[in-house]
């Protein structure tokens, strides 16, 4: 069994910075894809960010040059350091990562719990 916790989250003042956590524990071969989303109150849980296995990173048009994604695969953690902060970015974020339990397993799609973010003076 796998398990990702987030952490970081929390009130900041708009403007401001925060850096969010996703570490994943269990057992595990590799971790492919780590993708942050974020679902505010009363709407559909959006993505945000993805760290691909390869390297690459990908953002919303809503968080471009804003967000940074990033992952130290030594930790198995992704990281999403988050500045300039606007209300609208108030949500919860969640951690969703690809994971095979051995070479010629198949992908198996884990969730975080989540992590509340407010932004507000």
């Known amino acids: 069994q796998v398990q990702l916790v987030e952490s970081g989250g929390g009130l900041v003042q708009p403007g401001g910075s925060l850096r969010l956590s996703c570490a994943a524990s269990g057992r595990f071969f590799s971790i492919g894809n780590m993708i942050w989303y974020r679902q505010a109150p009363g709407k559909e849980r959006d993505w945000v960010a993805t760290s691909t296995g390869g390297g690459d990173t990908n953002y919303d048009d809503s968080v471009k040059g804003r967000f940074t994604i990033s992952r130290d695969n030594a930790k198995n953690t992704v990281y999403l350091q988050m500045q300039s902060l606007k209300p609208e970015d108030t949500a919860v974020y969640y951690c969703?990562?690809?994971?095979?339990?051995?070479?010629?397993?198949?992908?198996?799609?884990?969730w975080g719990q989540g992590t509340q973010v407010t932004v507000s003076s």
């Open positions: 969703r990562a690809r994971v095979k339990s051995g070479y010629s397993a198949s992908w198996v799609t884990y």
